[in-house]
């Protein structure tokens, strides 16, 4: 891989991710603050991304494989998805924000596949080459953070939650423009027939085949689930409590996350496929646990630890679990693949996190308009500890390559 493709590939990394962390952190926040919304409703909104991600298979399994380059589909979603984030953000009730964030994230889901797509065809070792392109993601991320806290767009009191919508409406406007520039991604079968299975998405399902795949993909899907709670309540929770800019302090996740993809190949090698999982989905317990214990005095160093976390939370396994399936896919599948891992993770798994985190949330609110955030915290731990223990005794780590949907 050239320099040329190599900056132009990081830096469409950087704007997805600058782009969803700009409004998507904060959202609770934003909806607890701008509309007085209550758990479930928050929980609702963010139920948005799991039918983003199950619709996501569909979109790129069979348009992005076959019909058009893979960089124009994705330069069209984030132009259209750039409109859709700046009326969102100006919406005056809850009920006129919801169907504009709803059709965004039909559109924005996709992406993330697409943008996995896209960097994988221009590259011949994924587990060296790939880190250090997505680690510009994490960058991404943490900058919108840092940017939202510094202007003070992550308060309640502030009346400038909506602000964040208009960012990341910009930037999703410039990534689209700039996507016509990105390497050319052509689909990988186009002229074939097209059979039924093709067309509801089933060829990627092959994979189910090998066992040891089908044990991650039961474990991404059961693992999203205590995901959701902190996808969804995190900001809200760090800002009842007392901490101080809550955005920035969340973007030390991605921090943390941003040093972990620079060892990752490295690591990789050493531990293999399972004890990366492995490592990763036992992270989510104790964050839950510190979660669960902390608070703003003498336990602040809990919630900071709780957040850091996160790098080996998301690299350890979604990473590792990207690498892990474009390795089993085989050349002609790679796309619809990788969207249906985001199904598995952000589709089916959060959309269960999100179904019963916003009533567990109700349910644990105080008279006083506080929640009982312990209680709370420790529902996703329980389940996360069930997933680790049925995953390290049923997962059996096969490092060979295995193009299984070829066969």
Same mark, same amino acid.
């Given at each position: 891989?050239?320099?040329?493709?190599?900056?132009?590939?990081?830096?469409?990394?950087?704007?997805?991710?600058?782009?969803?962390?700009?409004?998507?952190?904060?959202?609770?926040?934003?909806?607890?603050?701008?509309?007085?919304?209550?758990?479930?409703?928050?929980?609702?909104?963010?139920?948005?991304?799991?039918?983003?991600?199950?619709?996501?298979?569909?979109?790129?399994?069979?348009?992005?494989?076959?019909?058009?380059?893979?960089?124009?589909?994705?330069?069209?979603?984030?132009?259209?998805?750039?409109?859709?984030?700046?009326?969102?953000?100006?919406?005056?009730?809850?009920?006129?924000?919801?169907?504009?964030?709803?059709?965004?994230?039909?559109?924005?889901?996709?992406?993330?596949?697409?943008?996995?797509?896209?960097?994988?065809?221009?590259?011949?070792?994924?587990?060296?080459?790939?880190?250090?392109?997505?680690?510009?993601?994490?960058?991404?991320?943490?900058?919108?953070?840092?940017?939202?806290?510094?202007?003070?767009?992550?308060?309640?009191?502030?009346?400038? =939650?909506?602000?964040?919508?208009?960012? +990341?409406?910009? *930037?999703?406007?410039? %990534? !689209?423009?700039? &996507?016509?520039? $990105?390497?050319?991604?052509?689909?990988?079968?186009?002229?074939?027939?097209?059979?039924?299975?093709?067309?509801?998405?089933?060829?990627?399902?092959?994979?189910?085949?090998?066992?040891?795949?089908?044990?991650?993909?039961?474990?991404?899907?059961?693992?999203?689930?205590?995901?959701?709670?902190?996808?969804?309540?995190?900001?809200?929770? =760090?800002?009842?409590?007392?901490?101080? +800019?809550?955005? *920035?302090?969340?973007? %030390? !996740?991605?921090? &943390?996350?941003? $040093?972990?993809?620079?060892?990752?190949?490295?690591?990789?090698?050493?531990?293999?496929?399972?004890?990366?999982?492995?490592?990763?989905?036992?992270?989510?317990?104790?964050?839950?646990?510190?979660?669960?214990?902390?608070?703003?005095?003498?336990?602040?160093?809990?919630?900071?630890?709780?957040?850091?976390?996160?790098?080996?939370?998301?690299?350890?396994?979604?990473?590792?679990?990207?690498?892990?399936?474009?390795?089993?896919? !085989?050349?002609?599948?790679?796309?619809?693949?990788?969207?249906?891992?985001?199904?598995?993770?952000?589709?089916?798994?959060?959309?269960?996190?999100?179904?019963?985190?916003?009533?567990?949330?109700?349910?644990?609110?105080?008279?006083?308009?506080?929640?009982?955030?312990?209680?709370?915290?420790?529902?996703?731990?329980?389940?996360?500890?069930?997933?680790?223990?049925?995953?390290?005794?049923?997962?059996?780590?096969?490092?060979?390559?295995?193009?299984?949907?070829?066969?």
């Amino acid at each position: 891989m050239n320099t040329s493709i190599r900056l132009k590939l990081s830096f469409m990394m950087f704007l997805e991710f600058f782009i969803w962390g700009a409004w998507f952190v904060t959202l609770g926040t934003f909806l607890f603050g701008i509309y007085n919304a209550t758990g479930t409703q928050v929980a609702t909104a963010f139920l948005t991304q799991s039918f983003g991600a199950i619709l996501a298979p569909f979109i790129i399994g069979i348009i992005a494989d076959r019909y058009f380059p893979a960089q124009r589909i994705f330069a069209v979603l984030h132009i259209v998805g750039a409109l859709l984030l700046w009326f969102a953000g100006q919406s005056p009730t809850f009920e006129g924000f919801f169907p504009l964030i709803l059709v965004y994230m039909i559109l924005f889901m996709p992406t993330l596949a697409l943008a996995n797509s896209i960097a994988f065809r221009q590259m011949t070792n994924t587990e060296k080459e790939f880190p250090p392109i997505r680690i510009l993601g994490t960058a991404g991320w943490i900058i919108a953070g840092l940017l939202i806290s510094y202007l003070a767009w992550d308060s309640q009191d502030s009346g400038q =939650l909506g602000n964040t919508f208009k960012m +990341a409406a910009i *930037a999703s406007m410039i %990534l !689209g423009l700039f &996507s016509f520039s $990105l390497p050319n991604t052509p689909p990988m079968k186009k002229g074939e027939k097209i059979s039924i299975g093709e067309i509801l998405g089933l060829d990627a399902l092959r994979l189910l085949k090998n066992r040891s795949y089908l044990i991650f993909f039961i474990s991404s899907v059961a693992i999203c689930i205590p995901l959701a709670f902190y996808y969804n309540f995190t900001n809200a929770f =760090l800002s009842e409590v007392g901490v101080a +800019a809550p955005t *920035a302090i969340q973007s %030390l !996740g991605q921090v &943390s996350e941003f $040093l972990f993809l620079l060892v990752m190949p490295f690591l990789f090698v050493r531990f293999g496929v399972k004890k990366m999982l492995a490592f990763g989905m036992f992270a989510w317990v104790l964050r839950y646990v510190f979660f669960a214990y902390g608070n703003a005095d003498a336990g602040y160093w809990m919630l900071i630890g709780g957040v850091v976390l996160h790098g080996i939370c998301y690299d350890f396994f979604f990473v590792t679990g990207q690498i892990y399936t474009d390795n089993l896919a !085989g050349d002609r599948f790679k796309s619809a693949a990788q969207g249906m891992i985001t199904l598995a993770t952000y589709g089916v798994g959060m959309l269960i996190g999100s179904l019963i985190s916003g009533p567990i949330v109700d349910n644990y609110l105080n008279s006083d308009g506080t929640h009982n955030w312990q209680s709370i915290w420790l529902i996703p731990a329980a389940i996360a500890g069930v997933v680790i223990l049925l995953f390290i005794v049923f997962f059996r780590d096969r490092n060979q390559k295995q193009a299984i949907l070829e066969s």
